[in-house]
């Protein structure tokens, strides 16, 4: 069974702050990785992908990827209020285009 | 971005009753998915559409659930006997661009009593 696991939270951070959110992953073969914000009682929106070990940075977000230790983090620079929500992690396989959640990070950003 | 809308928004039915949940990207794609969010629980994939096939289903998605594209815009995707258990948030997802990244529609809410 290939999994996705995450803190479920709530990671508290006072505004301005870096909120670093974390994912491990099971299946050693996945390729693709995926995070998405998603408001309560709302859809998931598609924040960023990353494909390769590293950094990719996109303006305040920052993902890493580690597939050695099969470990996918987000950082969160100059956290806003508005960026208060639930960060779900989400991994596609290397012969599957369906994505694999995990259960998601509660993120709460303090004025 | 790609966009999709779904409809209903919310939906309410009787336990045993059919529904049918649309989808309809505003732009031809290819790919299209379904994944369903029971309250508090994980977003759970169910079904990848295509070229008007089925190319993956999940262990959820048994004989009640059936997808369709019937006019070759709108994606369907209906429970032919609705449980109890089938009460949960029902999002389609498309494929954007030549990435394999998915857009998520806004969902549909189905209530089953």
């Known amino acids: 069974q290939k999994e996705v696991e995450q803190n479920s939270g709530p990671l508290s951070v006072p505004e301005g702050a870096i909120a670093s959110l974390n994912c491990t992953y099971s299946d050693r073969g996945s390729q693709s990785f995926f995070w ?3 408001y309560s009682g709302k859809s998931p929106e598609l924040i960023m992908f990353i494909y390769s070990n590293g950094d990719k940075e996109d303006g305040r977000f920052t993902a890493q990827l580690n597939k050695a230790s099969q470990y996918v983090s987000l950082l969160i620079r100059d956290s806003q209020p508005s960026d208060s929500a639930t960060y779900l992690c989400a991994v596609m396989g290397d012969s599957s285009y369906k994505l694999i959640f995990g259960s998601g990070t509660r993120l709460l950003v303090r004025p | 971005e790609p966009e999709v809308t779904q409809t209903p928004s919310h939906q309410v039915t009787q336990m045993g009753q059919e529904v049918i949940l649309r989808c309809v ?3 031809n794609h290819l790919y299209f998915y379904w ?3 029971i309250l508090g629980q994980k977003v759970e994939f169910l079904v990848s559409f295509y070229n008007n096939e089925i190319s993956e289903k999940s262990e959820i998605f048994d004989d009640q659930f ?3 594209r019937p006019d070759g815009s709108n994606f369907t995707l209906k429970i032919r006997s609705t449980k109890l258990e089938d009460s949960a948030m029902y ?3 498309i494929q ?13 809410r189905l209530t089953v009593l």
Request: contains cysteine.
């Open chain 1, 36 to 38: 998405y914000r998603q």
């Open chain 2, 25 to 27: 990207p505003i732009s």
């Open chain 2, 35 to 37: 994944y369903r969010q």
């Open chain 2, 66 to 68: 059936s997808v369709e």
């Open chain 2, 91 to 93: 999002f389609c997802a």
């Open chain 2, 96 to 108: 954007g661009g030549l990435s394999d990244t998915q857009y998520f529609g806004p969902g549909t």
